[in-house]
């Protein structure tokens, strides 16, 4: 198979193709902008293969940058554009289930994609745009299925973050897995408690992002892959039904994660302990937090105010598009996105008034300060007192005499 006309990001890295050639090497683009490609798909990374050795490539170029050089990966900067480049190689002893113990420099292009995951991933392209398919990718390209290169249960074992790769492609692609696959997935599922939560993490995140979860939410489930995933064993029911309800991918990370604790009807304190088994960011936590208690409002149709308020404009886009998926609003986000637009201040630093002023007029600091200027906010908030110094001073005074 040949493809006519090269996408611009190959075109422009062919000069680093050319310059490899012309000392009498072999050099092809490799990995997911291959597959992107002739899948009609946005590129993002172009990746080149060689069967010239590191020192060798370092050797051809005047800018190099040793990204990966133990596992013959040079990032080379001639062209304005870094292209890491990396030489064919094999690789063997797999101790933690994730990278291997030894990796040997080879001169065959046939035994570096032999090594790859899956057939569509193993494809390589020459600047001519013939495209070398040793393990029939182009074939499972066509039947929109994802396949492991050689013996699955082998592949797995090598690197068990391979399984939530399937999973993630299904979902992002469209794609059924190949039903051996599958059954290499089912017998190498432990495994998973082998790779560093951040890495399956990542992979979790993008199944939920792609356009179809439920592709990769069923292998997910089926398998059992999910029981191997920090703190998952005990929703198996709320997944199977997100199987069904999910029609689509989620927007952002936030949102995948509202979804998740929305739909376990997880607490505040839950859905902390849960982001934290998943080592996620602590602002990532606290705005599913927020987001939730949201999503419960819109659920329960007591959106009001102050909820508006506290959640904010970015978050409520996601607390509806949460409560949407799961069948559970009846807003409009515009609508709701208006409601907070409305309000007349959308933090405490905007009330007209501030503690200096309170303390000018005779409070003093303390937590009675603290009380009023809560009390206030939320007056403004719910509309009952005009965001103005003046009326602001009075309503505080009588606030505290009324409180003494």
Same mark, same amino acid.
């Given at each position: ?16 193709i050319d310059t490899i050639e012309a000392a009498g090497y072999e050099a092809y683009y490799v990995g ?10 946005p590129i993002h990374d172009v990746d080149i293969a060689t069967s010239a050795y590191p020192e060798e ?153 792609? !356009? ?131 309000? !007349? ?60």
């Amino acid at each position: 198979m040949r493809i006519e006309t090269l996408p611009e990001e190959f075109v422009k890295a062919q000069p680093i193709i050319d310059t490899i050639e012309a000392a009498g090497y072999e050099a092809y683009y490799v990995g997911g902008s291959v597959r992107d490609t002739l899948l009609g798909l946005p590129i993002h990374d172009v990746d080149i293969a060689t069967s010239a050795y590191p020192e060798e490539v370092k050797s051809l170029f005047k800018r190099t940058v040793d990204t990966g050089i133990e596992h013959g990966t040079v990032m080379i900067l001639d062209h304005g554009t870094g292209y890491e480049t990396t030489t064919f190689r094999t690789e063997s002893g797999y101790q933690d289930y994730r990278r291997p113990d030894s990796v040997k420099f080879v001169r065959s292009l046939k035994e570096d994609l032999n090594r790859r995951d899956f057939t569509i991933n193993a494809l390589a392209l020459k600047t001519d745009g013939s495209i070398i398919d040793y393990f029939d990718g182009l074939k499972d390209l066509k039947a929109h299925r994802i396949r492991a290169v050689g013996d699955p249960e082998k592949r797995f074992n090598e690197d068990a973050l391979r399984m939530m790769r399937a999973v993630r492609f299904a979902s992002q692609l469209n794609f059924v897995i190949d039903p051996e696959t599958v059954v290499g997935i089912k017998h190498h599922g432990g495994l998973l408690t082998k790779i560093a939560v951040e890495r399956i993490h990542v992979e979790f995140v993008k199944m939920l992002l792609g !356009q179809w979860p439920a592709m990769g939410l069923d292998v997910f489930m089926e398998t059992g892959l999910y029981q191997y995933c920090p703190d998952f064993k005990p929703y198996q029911a709320q997944f199977n039904q997100l199987r069904t309800e999910l029609k689509s991918g989620m927007s952002n990370e936030t949102a995948v994660w509202t979804l998740l604790a929305a739909a376990f009807n997880l607490s505040s304190k839950q859905v902390n302990q849960l982001l934290k088994d998943w080592k996620s960011a602590n602002q990532l936590i606290e705005d599913v937090q927020v987001a939730v208690k949201a999503v419960h409002g819109i659920a329960t149709h007591s959106v009001d105010a102050w909820l508006v308020y506290q959640t904010g404009n970015e978050l409520l886009s996601i607390a509806n598009e949460v409560a949407q998926k799961l069948g559970q609003s009846s807003y409009e986000t515009a609508s709701l996105l208006d409601q907070y637009g409305a309000l !007349q201040i959308h933090s405490k630093k905007a009330l007209a008034i501030t503690g200096q002023d309170l303390m000018a007029a005779g409070i003093k600091p303390g937590p009675q300060l603290g009380r009023a200027l809560n009390f206030l906010e939320r007056q403004v908030v719910e509309g009952q007192l005009d965001n103005q110094n003046k009326t602001l001073l009075e309503a505080a005074i009588n606030y505290l005499n009324e409180k003494a």
